[in-house]
């Protein structure tokens, strides 16, 4: 592969920086909606856990496409849907913007039996979900289990268990792509293609092709806050159909004024960086680096996964990885992320010269 001056330099700098970070990092960058650097450094695979990028690319468009249908809106409650949910004040945005007051995260995966049919761990999950407590705050503080009451309000809306409805959205929104849950955390593809991500002590075997999520693992390998699988064309595919949403260039189901409400920052300036599902730039210590506008959308998943558009300069990055071969407790990664997105403008600003 004949690699530009931007690509020949970046992957000079993520060859020297990935050592003890992660095994390979897939990148590519779109400027104008045409690619501009595409690069693979390290051990690379076809197909990567995209961990907590379900969130936007499931939960979130599904919610925008129920928000464009009327099925709910801005002072909508979540007891509107959920009889059972436990406060009667909490918005369905306050899940999207991370605002509603529950837990972060729960082990959920010791409490509900993986044994049980899907409806059975639906019906647990919803037991201690609706006994959770709500802690309100000014402040957003990112919450995997708000996801997952996000997905129960998705069923009602509806009427279908999550993968209908994942498959209903992947349609019309990513047709064509391999984006993919793994019911019952099996895959019909070679376990080879995915990159590994985590030698799992619960489990006790290397994770390859398996949720590496223990709580999406434990509920079949199918949720709004984790579960997906898929490439970089993949995850590259889905950011600019959402750009096309954004910039009204293209007719989709979801008209740009709703998009755009949805990509717009809703929470108040020191209260957390969100718009309704995707993360906004926290200034001076954003995942996309320093000079992404503020106006800008993302997300970031665990396992080492990213997506950041700026509208302003109209240029999305994706990164792939499995960063946690090294151990969770390794953050370096954390720090080589807003470094690719840096080296990338800085580079893409000289070769433009």
Known sequence: MRYSVLERTLYKQVENSIRDVTPGVMIRAYQNGRVVC??????????????????????????ML????????????VQDFLKWFPSEETRVQDLLTHCSGLEWWLPLYQKIDSQLSYEEKREQLRIILSGQKLNPTDRSIYSDIGFMV????LERIYQKPLLDIWIEIREQFCPGTTLEFHPDNKTEHRQSLFAPTEECLWRRRLLQGEVHDENCWTLGGI?????????LDDVGWYVLNLR????GIAKY???????????????????????LGYMMPTPGGASCGQYFSLNSIGHTGFTGTSFWYDPHMDLVI????????????????????????NWIVEGYKKSSI
């Not at 595409?38 to 995209?50: F, K």
């Not at 996000?150 to 309000?153: A, D, E, P, R």
């Not at 709004?224 to 490439?231: E, M, P, R, Y």
């Not at 990885?321 to 090294?326: A, G, I, Q």
């Open 253 to 275: 189901h979801i008209r740009q004024k709703t998009t755009q409400l949805f990509c717009r920052r809703a929470r108040p300036p020191g209260c957390g960086d969100w718009a």
């Open 318 to 341: 994706v990164i792939l990885s499995n960063r946690l071969v090294y151990g969770r407790e390794n953050k370096c990664f954390a720090k080589l992320r807003p470094d690719i997105h």
């Open 150 to 153: 996000l997905g129960f309000v």
């Open 66 to 77: 129920a928000f464009e249908k009327g099925h709910w809106n801005m002072d909508s409650r």
């Open 244 to 247: 096309s949403q954004l910039l």
């Open 38 to 63: 595409d690069i693979s450094v390290g051990q690379t695979y076809a197909y990567y856990d995209l961990a907590s990028l379900t969130k936007p690319i499931f939960a979130t468009q599904a919610m």
């Open 223 to 231: 949720s709004t806050h984790a579960g997906l699988f898929g490439s």
